[in-house]
C-alpha cells in the first residue's frame, strides 16, 4: 500500500521554524531573563494570534483540519509568514482535511505545440518550460546552449530530461557554472517546499525529494529547515564553460496549461549594450548553426 505524506509533521516542523525566527523585539513583546529556546515561545505566538494557548499548541502539533481561514490568517500575521509562506500554509491545511475521496494519481500533461512555437520564436532570449519537480520540459535552442551543463549532466533522466534539483545537489561541476551556487540550492529546496505543499499526493515528487535526501546530506539540512519560495526573478551570474562569465535578468511566468500540472516559463536575457549581451547572441548563433550539437561550441573554426 501507498504511503502517504505525513501531513501533520509538515505542519508542526513548518510552524515551529517560523516561531524559531522571529524575536519579541521584531513584535513588540517585552523580554525579560533567560530564553531557552529560539524566537518566540508558543504562548506569544497565541497571544499574537488571538486564540488560547492550548490551541494553538494543537495547532502546532498538526491539528490543523478543519481550521478557519481566519484563524490561519491571524496565525500568519502573527508568525510574519510572506505571501509564498502564507500560501504554503494554506495548502497544508488543505492536504489536512479529511476526504472519503481517494487522491488521484497525478499525471503528466503533455505540452500543446503552441508552447513550442513561443518557445522557438524567442531567438535572443533563453526560453524554457519546467513543471514543479524543475524538471527542464521544452526549451528552445539558446537556453538548451546557455544550459548545456545540465543537458550533458549524469544527473538527467533517462529521456535526458534534466532536473535542476538533481543538478545542483548532485552534480559535481554544478558549483563550478553559477557564481551564486548557494543562492540556487536554497532556491531549488524553497520552491520543491512549495510544490509539496500544493501537491502532496505526488508520487513522482515524493520519490525526488526522497532520492535527493538520500544521496545529499545538503539537500537534507535545507529540507528541514522548511523554507519556501514560489515567485522569483532577478539577476544569475554564470560561468559558461563556452562562452564565459555571463550575468543574465530572468523572470518566471506561471503558464496555465492544465490544472492537474503546473509550468513556469522562464526567460533569460542579458542588459541591453553590456558585454554580456554580446556573449549570449554569440552563444544564440552558435545555437542556431550548431542545434544538433550538444554542446554548440565544440566545432570552432580551424
Known sequence: MERLPDHRADIRDFLATRRAKITPEQVGLPTSGRRRVPGLRREEVAVLAGVSTEWYTRLEKGHISGVSEDVLDAVARALQLDEDERTYL??????????????RRRKAVDLPPRVQWLLDSMTLSAAFVTNGRLD???????????????????????????????????????????????????????????????YPHDKVLRELIGELCTLSAEFRTRWASHDVRIHHGGVKQFQHPDAGPLELVYQPMDLPISPREVHSLTIYTAEPGTSDEDRLKLLASWAATHSQVKSPMDERNP
Open 90 to 103: 494554506f495548502d497544508l491545511a488543505k492536504a489536512a482535511r479529511p476526504t472519503s475521496r481517494t487522491p
Open 136 to 198: 527542464i520540459v521544452a526549451t528552445n535552442a539558446l537556453a538548451r546552449a546557455l544550459f548545456a551543463p545540465l543537458f550533458d549532466s549524469v544527473t538527467t533522466d533517462e529521456r535526458g530530461r534534466p532536473n535542476f534539483a538533481r543538478y545542483w545537489f548532485l552534480d559535481r561541476g554544478a558549483p563550478d557554472f553559477v557564481a551564486d551556487w548557494d543562492g540556487a540550492l536554497g532556491t531549488t529546496v524553497a520552491m520543491l517546499r512549495a510544490e509539496a505543499g500544493r
